[in-house]
């Protein structure tokens, strides 16, 4: 099934009728950004769950394919009101900004109904599955005009931000090397177990699911990122995704070495780790900071506002800035064109066969 059949029927294609629905009123300042949520597996439900404590967004409705995945947001998230289909959804005249949380393939109908709708769109990663479509949709987006973002939590992440400061500091010396590890003794995790597309070779994998996110942190810290030469590991079943990948890439010159498995004992592994010639800095288990001048590494505590987890912190600021983005205000959201920058290094890997 393509993406734009699983969009429930709807048109991919901004149309006159689209256009013409219900418009949204200029938003008071005193009154919530309304989401709507497309999509209610792990990361809608998670939208969910975390919007609610954020007092400037408002979840008004939801909408999932599966009946059974709109009942358990329902019976989950008490109050959480299910659109008819997803049209109507976008529809809504309370609807400031349309967060697409379905599995890649799928992202691209549902932004494009959204804009059509003149609503913003804030979408999930990666853009789309294939990079003939994410060039399409950034066309199609820009050609509409509608505001887009793109869901990189290390946008927000107060670890990020650290990272940010001491390099712009220059307290880590010249930057010699950037290294990016990931290994996951099963893949896809428990907790995903439901999300049996990431097994798949057309949309899934780790290399887009997890290190996106690392390629978009070297684009946010250093700039522009090129990859120069990648590895990769396929089972013989050519449906499933990458046992293992290694690349290299080359960010701002400086030289960055990925490397990716999955599968086998031992404790899973989220690294990333900037080299300096003074010193060097660590995010692991993704938002745990810890530095070397040369000697073991040392935790670095981070303040990370009203949260004392910093994967919630990372989240909430997320969505403290998503409610800027639907105020139409200045945030550090990437938008679908940056999302695309990202996406050729990811799919670049992928191509080697
Ligand atoms: N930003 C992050 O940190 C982060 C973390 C995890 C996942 N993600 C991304 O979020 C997206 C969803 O991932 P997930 O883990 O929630 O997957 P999931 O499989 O748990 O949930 C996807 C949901 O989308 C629904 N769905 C499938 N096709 C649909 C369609 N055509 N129309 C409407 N609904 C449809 C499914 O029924 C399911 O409920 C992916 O793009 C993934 O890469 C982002």
Redesign the pocket.
Known sequence: ?S?D????GATAQPSSSASAGAAREPLASSEPVGLAV?????????MLEQAASVPGLRVRAA????P??CRLAQADFPGTVIAAD?QTLVSRSDVDVVY????????R??ALMAAAQGRRVF????LTSSLDDAHRLVAELAELGTPNAV???YASAPSADYLQRRLSEGSLGAIQGIDMRVFFSQW?REW?A?????RARE?GGFV??VL??FVYLSIRLFGDCRLIGAQVSWPPDATLCELAASATLECAGIPVTMSASAGGAGPDEVLYTVRGTRAALRLSHWYEVSESDGQAWRPVEVPSARYPDQRVAA?QE?LRNLERFGRGLSHPLPDAALALRVQTIIEGILSVR
């Not at 059949?5 to 429930?8: E, I, K, L, R």
Request: glycine share 12%.
């Open positions: 099934m993406g059949q699983a969009a429930g497309i999509g209610l597996g792990v990361i809608g439900r998670r909408w999932d394919i599966d059974q995945a997803p697409v949380g379905t599995p890649p393939a799928f992202h109908p549902y979408c999930e990663k990666p869901n990189f939590v896809p995903q439901s999300a049996q597309w990431l949309q887009r699911e996106s996110h989240y997320q």
